[in-house]
């Protein structure tokens, strides 16, 4: 299928493969218009970094007149410059309006969700100023105080956390017992078990995740409210105008955040477009183990058995040069321990 030029997907990826690999095994079953997808490698040279690579080449592979991989030359650089030489210099976004980022482990479980979104945004930007809007991500401060509200949650989240928590960056901030900040670096973020609690009546009930949003409305979200975004659309232009000194920031999410409250560019949340966000970057070890499972609870959504199979033989075949990678390590490891000794007790290092 032709690709259509009016708007495209761009995936940001580091070296989170296996996060990657579900999410693209997503978009399979969920982008169906022939909307460019465009995986923007944002890795150093290192091995997971490599694998990312071979995981978005080999997808895109498979549809080569609508996925493209690129490799920016800032790479690995804060997202925001990513983002912006890729959207004003890659021949592939030259005439593209509309971008939805989303991250490489943001999961849309609903086909043609793009559409959904592109026609909320041009809805709300045809009545106010609108900076993007966003799907109803399971894994987000602002969205899973929501979600807790739709479940009925609150009192099983207070059997979890009935103490007051530590937010904010280095903890700067205590929010009282029974209650979630949903601004930067919020309770979410913070407590990585809140997370995998949410991932279990979310990422592993999809049917009840799809079934208990569908009749909800676009809800805008706060201009107060520090926005994590992992999913959202936009004009091109948009991002094109950030001018990172007005805001003394290089971070892409504090940009937008000021840029939408200080220039009021309203967002939006698309409540019916359901989406799984795996993890935050304190997450990513400690939940690492919920991977297999969300992996089937995709597999099983979609009917598509083969996704399991993938992840699988995705581990085995790189297994062999992360073993020799580890092994390479603890050897400079020790010959770097060995100096550092000689050097203590003043033995000349031949």
């Not at 593209?96 to 969700?113: E, L």
Request: aromatic fraction near 12%.
């Amino acid at each position: 299928m032709k690709a259509d030029n009016e708007i495209a997907i761009i995936v940001l990826a580091c070296k989170d493969y296996e996060s990657l690999q579900l999410t693209l095994g997503a978009l399979n079953h969920t982008v169906l218009n022939g909307e460019k997808v465009i995986i923007i490698l944002n890795g150093d040279n290192a091995l997971r970094s490599g694998i990312t690579e071979y995981v978005a080449r080999t997808w895109c592979a498979a549809q080569p007149q609508n996925r493209f991989v690129v490799k920016p030359l800032c790479a690995p650089a804060e997202p925001y410059f990513a983002i912006r030489e890729v959207l004003e210099t890659y021949p592939q976004l030259k005439d593209t309006r509309y971008i939805c980022k989303i991250d490489d482990d943001i999961i849309p479980i609903k086909p043609n969700w793009l559409p959904e979104l592109l026609a909320a945004y041009k809805a709300a930007a045809g009545r106010q100023r609108t900076g993007f809007v966003t799907g109803l991500i399971n894994n987000n401060c602002w969205a899973t105080e929501e979600l807790i509200t739709l479940y009925d949650k609150w009192e099983e989240y207070n059997q979890l956390h009935g103490y007051q928590t530590h937010t904010g960056w280095g903890g700067r901030r205590v929010t009282e017992a029974g209650r979630m900040d949903y601004q930067d670096f919020g309770t979410l973020w913070h407590y990585p078990y809140i997370a995998r609690w949410v991932h279990q009546w979310t990422s592993l009930d999809l049917p009840r995740f799809i079934d208990i949003t569908h009749p909800l409305p676009v809800k805008e979200i706060p201009l107060s409210v520090y926005y994590s975004i992992g999913c959202m659309l936009f004009e091109k232009e948009f991002w094109l105008s950030f001018v990172p000194e007005d805001f003394n920031s290089t971070t892409d999410e504090m940009i937008v955040f000021l840029k939408c409250r200080d220039e009021h560019y309203h967002k939006w949340a698309v409540m019916n477009q359901p989406m799984i966000h795996l993890f935050y970057t304190r997450h990513r070890l400690i939940n690492q183990d919920l991977l297999d499972d969300i992996n089937a609870s995709l597999a099983s959504h979609f009917q598509d058995p083969a996704m399991s199979g993938q992840l699988k033989a995705l581990r085995q075949q790189f297994q062999p040069a992360l073993q020799q990678q580890m092994a390479t390590m603890q050897e400079d490891f020790v010959r770097m321990r060995e100096r550092i000794d000689l050097l203590l007790n003043n033995v000349e290092i031949q």
